[in-house]
């Protein structure tokens, strides 16, 4: 197999993020995750620990089909909104969405996932282009940020300032 370093890197950066995510949310319980904490949010994804980590899963899964789609394949299939009981569940969702990813990056080439020209990057269905490299660092930086907001909803459970 051909040597591919940044891909390597991204690939290892997304499971590091995914690995700290899921430490920080193994001791939660069913109650907790399913817990309303912000209930002022208009953002259906950010209500409880429960609709954030079924974000999680569904954009990972997205971020993979979208760039399935740029590359030809039309027929690649949306992921679907799943709420899960528990966070067992959850890490199985997210070992699955991770080695999609895997997957998915075994037939891509380092030298294919920057492009300069904004006709070769595609078109994010939030309406921001990107290249597969720039996705990438999106989707770490997405489940590092994601992380945060439940370990501060944990905290908040839990009585913690």
Not at 1 to 20: N, Q, T
Request: net charge negative.
């Amino acid at each position: 197999m051909k040597r591919k370093p940044v891909i390597s890197a991204l690939l290892e950066e997304y499971k590091y993020v995914i690995d700290d995510l899921k430490s920080h949310i193994s001791d939660i319980t069913c109650e907790e995750l399913a817990e309303p904490v912000d209930l002022k949010t208009p953002n259906k994804d950010c209500v409880s620990i429960q609709s954030i980590l079924t974000h999680i899963v569904l954009c990972g899964y997205h971020y993979i089909t979208m760039m399935d789609i740029h590359e030809g394949n039309a027929d690649s299939e949306w992921h679907k909104r799943i709420k899960r009981g528990s966070v067992e569940e959850y890490y199985n969702d997210i070992d699955e969405m991770y080695e999609k990813t895997l997957k998915f990056f075994e037939k891509i080439n380092d030298r294919d996932i920057a492009r300069f020209d904004p006709k070769d990057k595609l078109i994010t269905f939030w309406g921001q282009y990107y290249d597969y490299e720039q996705l990438m660092e999106h989707a770490i930086v997405h489940v590092s940020r994601h992380r945060r907001q439940i370990v501060k909803f944990r905290d908040s459970i839990r009585g913690k300032k």
